[in-house]
């Protein structure tokens, strides 16, 4: 897929970091007493995906202030004795509740992120992080490794590209973000570019009847053309 800039900055960061210093605090202070976390919550069917495997386990609910544990970590087992913490680092992703968590692993850190909307467009969206207090959707086309990173809150649109830290550095495969806010006309050129091949978004975007904070919506139609 060509890409069309709009506003563009190119940044490399060096270094890897598998959890962010503010993400790890966080999730320690979680984990310091896993017996109270499992009382807590209660344990149900789900799967851990590891490689090519999928493996069957029975895994930890949250709930409240706790759900931003599903974005840090999963905990598989049957009593406080036999309990195994897995980081989006160890895994390539899990299931509970028939709700999907694939990893993400850049150089900046690592988390889960929800999955979303499947299709010919993957919707996947991220929870408020201690590191990152902004929901954010990420999009990312069947056919392509990269993702766009959108945040509805943010007033300018900006582009970086980010290396993909679970590549090799001569894939040139990256991970794309892109914030806007509102429907503005840096937006429409965004959809205008990429999802230009489904009439019905097009009309719906140039119409403002959709706006940015209409990315589910938008996302379900587009994949409804095909």
């Known amino acids: 897929m060509n890409k069309i800039l709009l506003t563009f900055c190119l940044i490399i960061f060096g270094g890897h970091l598998a959890f962010s210093q503010e993400n790890e605090r966080f999730a ?4 310091l007493n896993i017996k109270k976390l499992a009382d807590k919550g209660k344990f149900v069917k789900g799967f851990i ?3 090519n495997d999928t493996i069957e386990m029975n895994l930890l609910t949250y709930s409240g202030k706790r759900k931003a544990n599903y974005f840090l970590f999963c ?11 897995f980081r989006p680092n160890q895994i390539n992703g899990y299931q509970i509740d028939n709700i999907t968590y694939i990893s993400l692993i850049t150089t900046k850190g690592s988390f889960f992120l929800r999955q979303f909307k499947t299709g010919k467009i993957n919707l996947y969206e991220k929870y408020p992080l201690p590191d ?3 929901y954010l959707y990420y999009l990312k086309f069947a056919d392509s490794e990269n993702y766009f990173i959108l945040d509805p809150q943010q007033k300018n649109i ?32 965004f959809i205008s570019t990429y ?12 119409a403002d009847f959709y706006t940015i904070a209409d990315i589910p919506n938008i996302i379900e139609l587009y994949n409804n053309c095909y």
């Open 195 to 206: 999802l230009g091949d489904c009439g019905k978004v097009i009309n719906m975007v140039n």
């Open 132 to 134: 990152d207090n902004r």
């Open 49 to 51: 995906y590891l490689g």
């Open 158 to 189: 900006t582009e970086y590209e980010l290396p993909d830290s679970r590549q090799s550095a001569s894939s040139g495969k990256t991970l794309i973000f892109l914030q806007s806010n509102g429907i503005s006309e840096k937006f429409k050129v």
């Open 75 to 85: 905990i598989a087992g049957t009593t406080t004795d036999s309990l195994q913490v």
């Open 28 to 31: 320690n202070t979680q984990l």
